[in-house]
């Protein structure tokens, strides 16, 4: 009858890398502690980095700098469903607070976008986000 159950907490963090040039990349890490899911999710993020395909996207503008995406390309998360859209220049990054953090880490400095689904579970909205930059790189453009 005096049988304790011990309490599972468990910290998540989630750890978002880039270098602004086009290597963008994202870690999960769980523990215990805060510290060691940090460490754990800097680590996962270091090993998945990917190669981010940049252009110019807009028919609008005639700019050789490389500041948006190449096209429009969607990814999806649990609920999330996130839609990424090339933007003219100078636009800005017209996506939340997190998304903007993630795509400037990415180097993208113009984009659109459209989400659907509870955003606000950050880490689906995250992955939603990443998901959708890992397709830039399945589509081959003819030049």
Excluded at 64 to 90: R, Y
């Amino acid at each position: 009858m005096g049988v304790e159950k011990e309490e599972l907490v468990t910290f998540s963090s989630i750890v978002i890398i880039g270098d602004k040039n086009g290597h963008v990349g994202m870690g999960i890490g769980k523990a215990k502690e805060t510290l060691p899911a940090r460490e754990k999710a800097i680590r996962k993020a270091k090993l998945n980095i990917i190669k981010v395909k940049r252009g110019s996207g807009s028919f609008e503008g005639s700019s050789n700098e490389l500041h948006s995406i190449p096209f429009k390309v969607d990814g999806k998360c649990g609920s999330v469903k996130m839609i990424l859209i090339p933007a003219p220049q100078g636009t800005g990054l017209v996506i939340g607070k997190e998304g903007r953090k993630i795509l400037r880490l990415a180097g993208i400095k113009d984009v659109y976008s459209k989400s659907w689904g509870q955003t606000r579970t950050t880490i689906n909205y995250a992955t939603a986000i990443m998901s959708a930059l890992k397709k830039l790189n399945e589509f081959k453009l003819s030049e």
